[in-house]
Every structure is written in C-alpha cells, then in structure tokens.
C-alpha cells in the first residue's frame, strides 16, 4: 500500500484505504450523483487519482463497489418481506417482484440495477460482482435450497436467470409497465414452472 496523501492519516492497510475510498465516494455521489469523478474522491482523500485507481480502475468500478456497499440496508429490507415464504418459486417471484418494485425508491440500488452510468453492471449480468449480489439476495431468502433440490451450480444458474429478468424488466418495463398483482401473475406463470418441477436437470 503507499502511503503518500491521505491528508497525513496513511490507511493501515489495503482493506481500510479500500474503506476509505468507499467512504469518500459515497459522499461524492451523495453530493453528485452517478456523474461524481474520481478526481472528486481523490480531492477529498487528499490523494492522487492514481492512488484511487490503484484499487479502482474506473469510475464505474467504484461505483458499482460503492452501491454494492450500500445495499445491505435493501437486503435486510427484502429478508424481512419474504420472512414467511418458504416455497422456492413463490419467493423467487415475490423477491423479483419487489425488487423492481423498490428500485425507484433505492437510491443505491437503482445506481446498480438501473439503467445509467451504472448500465455497466445491467448489461453485465453475468459479471463476478453481479453475481456476487444475486448470492447475497438468494441467501437472504427464507428457503432451504438444498431441501428443494438446488445446489451448487444450479443455484448459480438460477441467480443468473433472476438477474436476467430483472434486466429484461429495467430495459423494458412494458407499455404499459406491469405493477402489483399483474407482474407477480406474469412472474408465476412464466417463472416459477422452471421452480416447481420435481426434477431439475442437472448441470
């Protein structure tokens, strides 16, 4: 790690200064929005831009790493209304459901899934960090997969097939958007058949 900058405070260690840029990016886009600059982050660390791309690589990088971050709040949200539902198709439909339904009212969540600067990660659904919080959403559910027979790299398959949908969703919401009750009955028929079979093919 170099220690040059840090307004005379040098991190301890790389996961602290990784702390810290996070830190100072969330201000930045609290400040700016998703048109912040990495200039802006490194202004207020009292580095270097190189310092910041040290551990970032681009400005879409830290941001996505800073949204990333500060979705834990949306997940607790989320685990606390699918607390009761332990059938796997029906908390796979109520959990794409009211993500999209919460996106507008997310801000950090929206800069991820959302279309925008951050599109980055829309468009790369099958990316390590998409993928990463497709996991942490599916363990926030109720479920025991094992029980129901999805394990492994089917459980991989399916947080790829969910974060394709949300996507599919987020580029086209429909004319007019599907809401309520109707997204949920297009969700149950067109989704969770694929969930409902005794037997899943194995991968």
Aim: proline share 6%; hydrophobic share 45%.
């Amino acid at each position: 790690m170099r220690t040059h900058g840090w307004s005379g405070a040098t991190p301890a260690d790389d996961d602290e200064a990784v702390e810290r840029i996070l830190t100072a990016a969330r201000h930045a886009i609290d400040r700016s929005g998703s048109e912040f600059s990495v200039a802006e982050v490194a202004r207020d660390l009292g580095v270097t831009r190189q310092t910041v791309y040290r551990y970032f690589p681009s400005a879409d990088a830290l941001l996505t790493a800073t949204a990333v971050a500060q979705t834990a709040h949306f997940l607790d949200v989320l685990a606390e209304h699918l607390n009761d539902i332990r059938d796997p198709a029906t908390a796979v439909v109520e959990g794409i459901a009211y993500t999209l339904e919460r996106l507008p009212h997310e801000k950090y969540l929206n800069l991820l899934l959302g279309p925008g600067r951050a599109g980055a990660f829309t468009a790369g659904v099958t990316s390590d960090t998409a993928l990463a919080f497709g996991r942490s959403l599916l363990q926030r559910f109720s479920v025991d997969w094992a029980a129901a027979g999805i394990s492994g790299p089917q459980l991989d398959q399916l947080v790829e097939h969910m974060l394709r949908i949300v996507q599919s969703f987020v580029i086209d919401p429909g004319r007019p958007p599907r809401r309520g009750e109707d997204l949920r009955a297009y969700l149950t028929t067109w989704v969770a058949p694929a969930l409902t079979g005794t037997d899943l093919p194995p991968v």
